[in-house]
Nanobody, 115 residues
Framework: QVHLVESGGGLAQPGGSLRLSCGAS????????MSWARQAPGKGLEWVSG????????YYAASVKGRFTISRDNAKNTLYLQMNSLKPEDTAVYYC????????WGQGTQVTVSA
């Protein structure tokens, strides 16, 4: 059974940093391009970042480019999102999933950026 478990969210001040993790199980993680998406209060799901199978190619939404870094550890079946220079508009629930064909969604991890 496929499981995606996001963690690492919390409260951060503007300009601060957080590192999100996504633990994957039930599928061959190393065979999937992966992504992060987020949903802010009252808004739809927004794609944030993607990474190819071996991590050599990464992609970012314009709103986070230069501030966020996606990475993966295929040996640990884990996806990461390093978030720096956080802004209040980054406040959202963050989810990981396949970059292409969606897998069952995890519960997400809440990120709140506020002074």
């Amino acid at each position: 059974q496929v499981h995606l478990v996001e963690s690492g969210g919390g409260l951060a001040q503007p300009g601060g940093s957080l590192r999100l993790s996504c633990g994957a199980s039930g599928f061959t993680f190393s065979s999937y391009a992966m992504s992060w998406a987020r949903q802010a209060p009252g808004k739809g799901l927004e794609w944030v970042s993607g990474i190819k199978i071996d991590g050599t190619d990464t992609y970012y939404a314009a709103s986070v480019k230069g501030r966020f870094t996606i990475s993966r550890d295929n040996a640990k079946n884990t996806l990461y999102l390093q978030m720096n220079s956080l802004k209040p508009e980054d406040t959202a629930v963050y989810y990981c999933n396949s970059l292409k064909d969606p897998l069952p969604w995890g519960q997400g991890t809440q990120v709140t950026v506020s002074a």
